[in-house]
């Protein structure tokens, strides 16, 4: 038996080499499950999955005797204050496959975090940490799971074999694992069932060296003691204006996406600075992905364009992002065309059966199964040629079919018999992936580019791409640590939903949650909601993800400052950073631009200000909740709660016959009296924008309001409580402004009618829908305020 301190847990190690206690040091309470054995390690060989049979003690090493295949493994145990960690130095006997820490048992299960490595319950945690690149936090895809490991976890982000940590019955599993990469094999990878995996070289391939921390601690000291394990294992410890990244209060900025050229820069940094954003983010700055070549359009100069914007923006304070594809490759870029790069993965090989010439349009191969594979597109390499097929022949001989020569700008060439001819790897972006040899020149490529310019932001789009290596996580892994270790500067970065175990240490955030396709409050909102589960599990600063900012098209209205509220209280209610996407066009399009971006400025610097209570944080959380700051300038808020109707219809297609033009509405106000706020719209009908209203009259509580003016489809007209109203067309650019015949009536507390009547112009005639907003009483807001 070996007792190890692992920081304020107790570690046993029994004479099998299992793990048959973990108790806390200061309250002598177990979290052992002991429901199955946690052996330290195990060994995969075949497909089969080994336990110790024994285990000798001696000093710091432990020596592990495996029954069935005679593998001897020595593992060196080093105690440190606040964990112990775990490397295995040396393997003998069969040659091994892989070996696996764990999964280790514990009945934690109140918050379990499937990327960090960490479970606990409210008081006590235990965690797991990988310690360098070839330590993968999971368990072998191509394994069956262990019985006691098929439990469902409904709110995870990831698949069982992709999770650090995963819940089991009565508890969770802590669990990682390291390949032998010396050896060439076949398994699953990312969406394919099985592919041929190449075999790599160097230590990193090797077994020997993985190695694993464990700790316990009180579930408040979590961070502190990951950040111990960082600095004591020299781990990536990324800094953000002097604070570890993952404490750091500037890991949630938020920041605003444009796409900024070198001579429009001036305009993206202006309009950052009026949203009192320090970020400004290109969404798609790149002509090809593989040599990150910037769009000579926006960028005539290349790299040194990029620089001379990064310049101008830090000259008002303002640091420059970009957004990449990791190692998606587009069929322009130079690696793909005009003489493909031999590195390009591919997902199996066959030979040439029989010699062909430059024009044959039938090939014959001796290996039909990696053109069967269900991918984007059909191409395969062979010599500096690329090849489209249409279909596989459905018996021996094998052919390609259908095949045109001399794809995407190659050359077709004559080609012997016995020549390999290999399935490129793609996908429904049209573009195709590197080997981890060329993937390892993307990251240079990165990492210099970042150099070279100043860039002080990334999101690493696409990282599942790095799959297609077949190397797992370690191809993620690689791929991002060998950029991160060539950046001299603080680098704030995402990634995609791609998160290791390792890789925790290096990005700082993840900012999910797209918002194409839908409206600003419907997209992705329950994905936004259980992102922000998943980084409270995973010791993850917040972000909420993307927002648009949108001009008027033929599906959507533009955005409106009541829109923008709604996603700035949702950040405030999280705590939470996002990203505000606005091309442009938009920028300079709408009209109500300045009022956008002043909400963001005075929202956001509220947040960071920490002024908003914990009660009111829980209640701006509700996504059926609107709100509205008011700043008062010396460092104060006043917070209202909103409430916005359903949009009133009056269309005269639901008009009954001799009725006027008009509707009678039933509306509830749960919030005092007040004066009728009101956003009214008129719409075209059957693409009539010829029609208008006349005279739009309101009327409720025996008091009426007129306005007399024309009010034509696509416009609005507003009211903010008062006798003046605001016409804006489409895009919320002024067009004029108007007096009431009156005061707007009282909408009284409670439920009540308001009428509406118009005269309507034109055939067909718009319809018109109204907006009822009313305010709730205001609350303090305050820098500094109690949370």
Known sequence: MMKISAGACTVVLNERGEVSGLTSAASSKTYMNESYASPLIRISINGRVEHPVAVQYEDAKAMFHFGDSGVKAEVEVVNKEKYVTFELKQLFGDEVDAVIWGPFLTTLSESIGESVGVVHDGEFAIGIQALNWKTIGGWLVELENLEFANQPFEDSKFEYDKSTAWPIIGGSLLQAFTRNRTKAARRPAWNLKEVEVPAL?????????????LFGCAASEVLDTIEAIELGEELPHPMIEGVWGKKSPAATQSYLITDFSESSMEQAVNAAKRAGLNYVYHPDPFAQWGHFVLKPGSFPNGDESMRACVERAAGEGVKVGVHTLSNFTTLNDSYVTPLPDPRLQTVGTARLVEAIDASMTELTIDNPEPFRMGLFRQTVIIGNELI????????????????????????????????????LWDHPYDVFFP??????????RIAELFQRTGLRQISFDGLEGC?????DDYGVNRFVKRIYDGWNDEIINDASIVVPNYLWHIFTRFNWGEPWGVSTREGQLEWRLSNQRYFARNFIPSMLGWFLVRSASDRFEATTPDEIEWVLSKAAGFNAGFALSADQAVLRRNGNIDVLLNAVKQWET?????AFTSEQQERMRDPKSDWHLEALGDGSWQLYPVHISNPLVCSTEELQPGQPGGSDWAFYNKFSEQPMRFCLRVSPSYGNVDASVKRPTFYTGGEYMTFDTEVRANQYLVCDGNRTGNIYDMNWNLVKTVEASADAPLVRKGGQTVSFSCKFEGDPKPVVSVKVVTWGEPESV????TQ
């Open 388 to 423: 489209e097929y249409e279909s596989v022949s459905s018996s021996a001989p094998w052919k390609l079919l259908g095949v045109k020569r001399g794809a995407n700008g190659t050359s077709a060439y004559a080609h012997e018999s016995g020549s390999e001819i290999s399935r």
């Open 467 to 471: 799959y297609a290596t077949g190397h």
């Open 435 to 444: 080997n981890m040899e060329l993937q390892e020149a993307y990251s240079l």
């Open 782 to 785: 305050r820098r500094g305020h």
């Open 606 to 610: 509220a947040r960071h200000a920490g």
């Open 201 to 213: 070289s160097g230590e990193e391939a090797l077994i020997c060296g993985s190695k694993i921390a």
